[in-house]
């Protein structure tokens, strides 16, 4: 079965440096992997996703992730944080082998906070 | 592109009433939809999923005969909650997927807030 499992549920930096958040996947097959970012009653915004191509992937807003089979990871990293990153982060794992469809699995999300 | 819209944004109703919360795809043709149920601070938990002119598939432990998922276009689909209690408040969000280039990515709605009193 597909899991993915965020490290940390709780992240702070301040503005100006460095963001990792953490996500580790399991599957049984090559995955397709997300990140989606939830700001404050808004609706989930894809970041970017890996579906098999380039290893290392671009995203919005400077975003970028990572995917590592060999350690089966798939962190986002962003080099300098704004203040206006301080949302809650989501890596997904796509289960195309639910029923015809493209099931989405999410982890547990990882709050961003950012301080001046 | 790919824009998901929900009515209303927030909704309160009293114990016993039923609520219909409205995802459509305003600029693409969604072949399946996906609600999902938000609690505080936790992750999205998979209700169920529609597709375009057939009956929806809900995932274990949620009672279709509670929430009542219609699609009955390639732009519109409704969850409905029937005699809604307070363990109903929620968060929900529902994504959709299209044809072709967008069939492997779901694009969510803004979310709707019921609180049922």
């Known amino acids: 079965a597909q899991s993915v499992t965020q490290l940390d549920s709780h992240v702070s930096v301040s503005e100006g440096t460095p963001v990792l958040l953490r996500c580790n996947y399991s599957s049984s097959y090559s995955p397709s992997l997300f990140w989606y970012v939830q700001h404050p009653n808004k609706g989930l915004q894809l970041l970017l996703k890996y579906t098999s191509a380039a290893t290392l992937v671009k995203g919005i807003n400077g975003f970028e992730a990572e995917f590592k089979k060999s350690e089966t990871s798939f962190h986002l990293t962003k080099p300098s944080a704004h203040m206006s990153d301080a949302a809650e982060y989501f890596c997904?794992?796509?289960?195309?082998?639910?029923?015809?469809?493209?099931?989405?699995?999410f982890g547990a999300g990882t709050r961003l906070a950012v301080h001046p | 592109g790919a824009v998901v819209s929900q009515h209303p944004s927030w909704v309160i109703c009293k114990s016993g009433t039923s609520v219909k919360i409205e995802c459509r795809s305003l600029?693409?043709?969604?072949?399946?939809m996906f609600w999902y149920r938000q609690f505080p601070k936790k992750s999205l938990m998979l209700m169920a999923t529609?597709?375009?002119?057939?009956?929806?598939?809900?995932e274990q432990g949620v009672e279709k005969d509670k929430f009542l998922i219609n699609h009955a276009s390639l732009t519109l689909s409704t969850l409905t909650v029937t005699s809604a209690h307070p363990e109903d408040s929620s968060f929900y969000i529902c994504?959709?997927?299209?044809?072709?280039?967008?069939?492997?990515?779901?694009?969510f709605g803004p979310g709707t807030r019921l609180t049922v009193l």
């Open positions: 997904v794992v796509s289960d195309p082998y639910s029923g015809g469809y493209n099931k989405l699995i």
């Open positions: 600029d693409f043709q969604a072949t399946t």
């Open positions: 994504s959709a997927t299209g044809t072709s280039g967008r069939a492997d990515t779901q694009y």
């Open positions: 529609s597709n375009e002119g057939s009956k929806a598939t809900y």
